[in-house]
Every structure is written in C-alpha cells, then in structure tokens.
Nanobody
Framework: EVQLQASGGGLVQTGGSLRLSCIVS????????IGWFRQAPGKEREGVAC????????HYAESVKGRFAVSSDKSLNTVYLEMNNLKPEDTAVYYC????????????????WGQGTLVTVSS
C-alpha cells in the first residue's frame, strides 16, 4: 500500500524558513515522481515543486523559484521541501503526492496523496 506522510509545517515569520518532509512507503523501485502542492484558504490547489525520484530532475512554480528547493533522500525514502524567505502569501496547507507519470507538472496525474501540513507565515 502506497502511503505518503507529510510533516514539518508550522508558524514562521516573514523571511523565515521551514523544511517539509514527505515520507514515502509502498513503492518498489524509483520510477515515480513526488510533487508538493499547496492550497491557501479560498484558493485552488496549486503545484509548488516536484522531483523525479529516478532522475532527480526538478521543477518549480514561478512564485517559489529561488526560494524553495525540493530534494530526495533515497536511503530514508523521504522527499524534502526546503522553504526560505517565506512570505505571507506562502501560507497554505501543503501536500505531497506521488505519480508514475513522466509529466510531473500535471496535477491530474498524481494518484497518491498524503495528508496536509499547515504552513503559516506571519507578517
């Protein structure tokens, strides 16, 4: 059974940093991708960043480029989202999800979702 468990959210001031973790289990091999998504109150869910577990290639939303970094530790079956220079507009529930598709930027291709972790950035 595929499971994803996200953690690491919290309250941080503007300009601060947080690192989210997504523990992945139930996969055999590395032919899948992990995406980070977020949903702010009253807004639609949006993709933030994604990484191919096999190739290590990454993609970022324009709004987080240069501030967020996604990485993977295969030995720990964990994918991280390092978030720096946080802004109030980054406040949202953050989710990690998994896909077998090579099109990591296609949100509809993600089949497995973890529970969310809340990130609140105070001004």
């Amino acid at each position: 059974e595929v499971q994803l468990q996200a953690s690491g959210g919290g309250l941080v001031q503007t300009g601060g940093s947080l690192r989210l973790s997504c523990i992945v289990s139930g996969f055999t091999g590395d032919d899948y991708g992990i995406g980070w998504f977020r949903q702010a109150p009253g807004k639609e869910r949006e993709g933030v960043a994604c990484i191919s577990r096999s190739e290590g290639s990454t993609h970022y939303a324009e709004s987080v480029k240069g501030r967020f970094a996604v990485s993977s530790d295969k030995s720990l079956n964990t994918v991280y989202l390092e978030m720096n220079n946080l802004k109030p507009e980054d406040t949202a529930v953050y989710y990690c999800a998994a896909t077998f598709s090579v099109d990591l930027r296609n949100e509809n291709a993600y089949l497995y979702w973890g529970q969310g972790t809340l990130v609140t950035v105070s001004s």
